[in-house]
């Protein structure tokens, strides 16, 4: 079996790249995943692993064997794991990946689909958390529409903790994703402050996309314009907005309390 003990290997250094630019990224069709919890996820969502990279001293070649049956096995030593995790309590393995299609076109969809779009969201523990809850209410997809950064990027396959991998995703341009809901009857509540009515009002027991914005400009005047209706959530306080992935939340969970969960 392969062996690598130095940071300056080829093959580590490629590693890094992966990790640190979305271009390494999209060109090698890879991207890594830390821990043994993520990578199984990963495995049973239809994740294709390339490569395991383990620490012996944490996890067996058994352990990793036992997670991904196809994959090169590559034993590493303390120096090239810390050059490759990001965190230091994900159990001494990684796994190369081959990043899947996001097309809007590879969407398989129930027959009454329930769908999370979030345009243009940038912070990735934001897009880690909303994808969270999407797990949460097992919908049938998340679309991301304008995308800041490639969803591979590191920072959201960590905070999403695995959920990345369990929800169908999409992307594609607010004008694409109007487009693709059109054609299939998909209402679509876009949640803003400007000609909105309570969200509860609603009725999201046919076909239905939530459809949320930055906390900073909110949703472009495309979606609102378009929208089946445009929904707000009745805010009591001082502030007039909240985290868009508690947004979502309430949202999302009206929808399935009115579908009987």
């Known amino acids: 079996m392969k062996q690598i003990t130095s ?3 080829p093959y580590i250094k490629s590693l890094v790249q ?3 630019k979305s271009k390494a990224r999209k060109q090698s069709g890879t991207f890594l995943i830390e821990g043994k919890r993520e990578i199984s996820i990963a495995v ?5 692993m390339e490569t395991l990279l383990f620490l012996p001293e944490i996890c067996s070649e058994n352990e990793a064997r036992e997670l991904s049956k196809n994959a090169e096995l590559i034993e590493i030593n ?10 230091d309590t994900t159990e001494g393995i990684l796994a190369v990946a081959k990043t899947k299609s996001l097309q809007l076109s590879d969407l398989q969809l129930s027959d009454n689909p329930l769908i999370l779009v979030a345009e243009a969201p940038e912070k990735p523990g934001n897009i880690g958390a909303l994808l969270r809850t999407a797990d ?10 304008n995308p800041k950064s490639d969803l591979y990027n590191p920072n959201i396959v960590r905070s999403s903790v695995g959920c990345l991998f369990t929800n169908q995703i999409a992307t594609g341009t607010t004008s694409e994703i109007i487009a693709f809901l059109k054609e299939r009857k998909i209402n679509f509540y876009c949640a803003t402050l400007q000609n909105s009515t309570s969200y509860h009002t609603q009725d ?3 076909p239905t996309a939530l459809v949320v914005g930055t906390e900073a400009t909110g949703l472009t005047e495309e979606w609102r314009k378009e929208a089946t209706q445009n929904i707000i ?17 309430i949202l999302i969970f009206e929808a399935k309390r009115q579908r009987g969960f």
Request: overall charge negative.
């Open 233 to 249: 959530i009745p805010m009591q306080g001082e502030i007039d907005s909240m985290n868009v992935s508690v947004a979502a939340a």
């Open 204 to 206: 999201y027991t046919t």
């Open 78 to 87: 303390k120096e090239v794991y810390q050059k490759l995790a990001y965190r």
């Open 7 to 9: 940071i300056q290997n």
């Open 18 to 20: 992966l990790q640190e």
């Open 44 to 48: 049973k969502g239809g994740y294709e």
């Open 136 to 145: 949460a209410a097992n919908l049938d997809a998340v679309i991301i529409a």
